[in-house]
């Protein structure tokens, strides 16, 4: 458990208890199982989009109330070196098999914002099997360095750098390397509320 976990999981708790919800009344809100609930609240699951989107939506916040700390209303600017790491996750889903990402956020602490960009260090995956993610909104990639696959529905595409994808994140997806060297990429998620 990271001290970002812990942080995600009491900004779960507090929020879904001050909305007098329970555990399974948020499973049930959101889709999610209760298990994977209490694991996210303990910080015994490492947080991940997937999720945490479906979660936020049921309890009708951002998803970057439960990333940020403190906001700010005016324009958030990032230094090259200044990106926060938001989190580390195995995959988008809580439970993954596309390698180890790694989450920098370059909006933390913007208030009311509907988009989430982040840079992503892609560590190549373990295994060859392939479990595609699926949520509200929308997620634009462009490949930094190195090369990933997204597969996306019944569709595999390659990306270069300097190539880039835009797609509706509503159908089955997973990003992941292409082959075995790591990639970085820079991720614009729009998550509705």
């Known amino acids: 458990m990271t001290t970002t976990d812990s942080r995600i999981g009491a900004k779960m708790t507090t929020l879904r208890e001050s ?13 999610c199982d209760a ?3 209490e694991r996210l609240e303990s910080g015994e699951a490492a947080p991940s989009l997937a999720p945490l989107i479906r979660l936020t939506r049921a309890m ?10 403190e906001t700010e209303l ?26 180890v990402l790694g ?22 995956a373990d295994t060859g099997e392939h479990k595609l993610s699926s949520h509200e909104g929308e997620e634009f990639l462009f ?7 997204v597969e996306y529905g019944k569709e ?4 270069q750098t300097g190539d880039s994808i835009y797609y509706d994140s509503i159908v089955p997806h997973q990003v992941r390397t292409a082959g075995t060297a790591p990639a970085k990429i820079l991720a614009v998620v729009y998550a509705p509320a």
């Open 74 to 99: 005016g324009p958030i600017v990032t230094r090259r070196d200044e990106a926060e790491q938001v989190q580390r996750v195995r995959s988008l889903e809580t439970a993954g098999d596309a390698g």
């Open 19 to 31: 909305l007098g919800l329970s555990t399974a009344d948020l499973a049930e809100r959101s889709g």
């Open 156 to 159: 595999r595409h390659v990306l």
């Open 60 to 69: 009708g916040v951002r998803l970057g109330t439960l990333l940020d700390d």
């Open 35 to 37: 298990a994977t609930i």
């Open 143 to 149: 490949v930094l360095g190195g090369a990933i696959e």
């Open 103 to 124: 989450f920098f956020s370059l909006a933390s602490g913007k208030a009311s914002r509907h988009m989430e960009p982040f840079l992503i260090d892609v560590e190549p």
